[in-house]
């Protein structure tokens, strides 16, 4: 028989606000050869992370890293424009550390798309404003195109809008 290779991946990220001042976004990551937990506190109103803890369950890296320590190295980081780029200077450049880089990025996304919400649900009833709002939307803020599924290509939301 032959040898097939079998390869699963799933990754999930929530999203909390606990009270007024405090933002909880905790991102699993699990495939085949890993299980990776990470959780981020941002405090509100500017976003900065005030805590960050992660754990490895499985790992098929060899690497024995510390991961409390380069995981405390983007405390006091703000969420926002440019954080992928600051985010990767901070961390290192192992397997691993560049899983907890996109693990951390996708936690920072889904505190940035939790705030999307509240204007999406604000759009214009009528379907020719509406295009024409989320046009604007994704006109001034063109790396919100494709950041979540009310927004990718395929969406109706985003029908007849050119990608920027």
């Not at 990754?11 to 699990?30: F, I």
């Not at 380069?70 to 290192?92: A, E, H, Q, S």
């Not at 560049?98 to 759009?123: D, H």
Request: aromatic share 4%; hydrophobic share 35%; net charge negative.
């Amino acid at each position: 028989m032959t040898d097939i290779l079998c390869f699963s991946r799933n990754n999930a990220t929530t999203v909390e606000q606990p009270d007024e001042q405090t933002m909880v976004s905790s991102c699993c990551l699990q495939d085949t050869l890993t299980d990776l937990r990470l959780v981020i506190h941002v405090k509100t109103p500017h976003l900065e992370i005030t805590n960050i803890a992660g754990e490895i369950r499985r790992s098929s890296e060899p690497e024995d890293l510390r991961i409390h320590e380069t995981l405390r190295k983007v405390i006091g980081v703000r969420v926002g424009p440019g954080i992928k780029k600051i985010i990767t200077g901070l961390m290192g450049t192992s397997a691993i550390e560049k899983k907890l880089v996109f693990m951390i990025g996708e936690c920072c996304n889904g505190i940035i798309l939790s705030f999307t919400k509240q204007v999406l649900l604000s759009a214009p009833e009528d379907k020719e404003k509406e295009r024409d709002y989320f046009a604007n939307m994704v006109k001034n803020s063109p790396r919100l195109y494709n950041s979540c599924a009310a927004l990718s290509p395929e969406s109706p939301l985003m029908d007849g809008i050119e990608p920027p």
